[in-house]
């Protein structure tokens, strides 16, 4: 190439070609260059989505709502939020005036068949999560993209206990009976059920010798996780919660004990 010719190019925003076509950039040193380029542009946005999204859900989970409930003294229902450090589950009396479990999810799906249970826990999820990741060492990769980029289909983790003892991770709510027919609204309605109406259980699955897995409606995401949906029983219910979470301290921290 000519000196004129490669001056026109430069003033034209033209990329130099070589003495056999080629453009210059496309010559493995500029090849790399530019691979690199575009993989730390990619790195930096997601770091940058990952920073937004911890920026948001801390802020979101710190904007109360039904700051002004009074538990219920007079007729109350205990209820309980409980979790294992990461997941939020909404427990229920098992038996009361206001509904009987037993004529939706039963202990005898359990491998113990235990049926002196007091309370019942729900807690609603990835399906995939739950049913082939019993231990953090299990997660694979598929499983968490399917997870997070709402691709997968959800169940609904029913777990048996006797009395509960109010821990930091075991909180004791005194509810109404309205506040309480709300929750369990809540929870009834996110069970997928068959022609008969009753919940489809998952048979085989479970954690433990008193849980069951049912399949369920909705899908996990990002933005709708666990915790997202105990959050919005809870404000349904008229409870104490939070705007938005996608973490259990956004619920917990409006149940700190004062």
Same mark, same amino acid.
């Given at each position: ?7 026109? !190019? ?10 056999? *076509?080629?453009? /210059? =950039? ?8 530019? %691979? #690199?380029?575009?993989?730390? +542009? ?29 538990? =219920? ?9 409980? #979790?294992? *450090? ?16 037993? &004529? ?5 799906? %359990? ?21 082939? %990741? ?10 968490? =993209?399917? /997870?997070?980029?709402?691709? @997968? ?9 006797? &009395?509960? +003892?109010? $821990?930091?991770?075991? +909180? ?15 929870? $009834? ?10 919940? +489809? ?6 954690? $433990? !010798?008193?849980? /069951? ?11 709708? $996780? =666990?915790? #997202?949906? /105990?959050?919005? *029983?809870?404000?349904?219910? @008229? ?5 938005? #979470?996608?973490?259990?301290? *956004? ?8």
């Amino acid at each position: 190439m000519n000196p004129l010719q490669y001056i026109k !190019n430069l003033l034209t925003d033209k990329k130099p070609v070589g003495k056999k *076509g080629c453009p /210059a =950039c496309d010559s493995p040193h500029m090849v790399i260059r530019n %691979t #690199t380029k575009g993989f730390a +542009r990619v790195l930096g946005f997601l770091l940058l989505s990952i920073c937004f999204y911890f920026v948001v859900a801390f802020v979101l989970s710190s904007v109360p709502v039904n700051a002004d409930f009074k538990e =219920c003294e007079k007729e109350a229902v205990e209820i309980h939020i409980l #979790t294992n *450090g990461v997941h939020t589950d909404l427990v229920l009396p098992y038996r009361n005036q206001y509904m009987d479990w037993s &004529k939706w999810v039963n202990p005898s799906h %359990t491998k113990s068949g235990d049926s002196s249970a007091v309370n019942v826990a729900f807690g609603w999820g990835d399906k995939g999560f739950y049913l082939e %990741t019993k231990t953090w060492d299990e997660l694979k990769l598929s499983t968490a =993209c399917k /997870a997070v980029f709402y691709l @997968g289909s959800s169940a609904m983790h029913v777990s048996f206990h006797k &009395k509960l +003892r109010e $821990t930091a991770s075991c +909180r004791k709510i005194c509810v109404s009976k309205e506040s309480y027919i709300k929750l369990v609204e809540h929870i $009834t309605q996110h069970f997928d059920t068959d022609s008969m109406g009753l919940p +489809r259980r998952i048979v085989g699955a479970s954690f $433990t !010798n008193h849980d /069951a897995f049912y399949d369920a409606k909705g899908k996990y995401s990002l933005f709708y $996780t =666990c915790n #997202t949906w /105990a959050n919005e *029983g809870l404000k349904s219910a @008229g409870l104490k919660a939070c705007y938005w #979470t996608a973490f259990k301290g *956004g619920i917990f921290d409006q149940y700190e004990v004062e």
